[in-house]
Nanobody, 124 residues
């Protein structure tokens, strides 16, 4: 099983980026998926999760109204649209998949598969 995250880069504050996470090796269409981030010197933190049907989403308070998580089960791909980016959003962003059917799934230990991370840098 592989999760391939992409779409990171350097953007000015107030700008936007769209991250993608392509899954291969198994389908996650029946399971939740999520995004986490890790800033230098900090622990990995939950950002957003989406349930298997895509109709339910969950966000950390700091990104509500700015980030949107979505998925395309036909493509086995998940997305994170990030708008109104702030310097404090700077981090390596990881996508993750879980085989647990609980909801929401927002802790690192409850995810079974991880992408390699993609760096997002927001300049002030």
């Amino acid at each position: 099983v592989q999760l391939q995250a992409s779409g990171g880069g350097l953007v000015q504050a107030g700008g936007s980026l769209r991250l993608s996470c392509a899954a291969s090796g198994r389908t996650f269409s029946s399971y939740p998926m999520g995004w986490f981030r890790q800033a230098p010197g900090k622990e990995r933190e939950f950002v957003a999760a989406i349930r298997w049907s895509g109709g339910f989403t969950y966000y950390v308070d700091s990104v509500k109204g700015r980030f949107t998580i979505s998925r395309d089960n036909a493509r086995n791909t998940m997305y994170l649209q990030m708008n109104s980016l702030k310097p404090e959003d700077t981090a390596v962003y990881y996508c993750a998949g879980t085989l647990r059917r609980q909801w929401p799934v927002r802790t690192v230990v409850n995810y079974d598969y991880w992408g390699q991370g993609t760096l997002v840098t927001v300049s002030s």
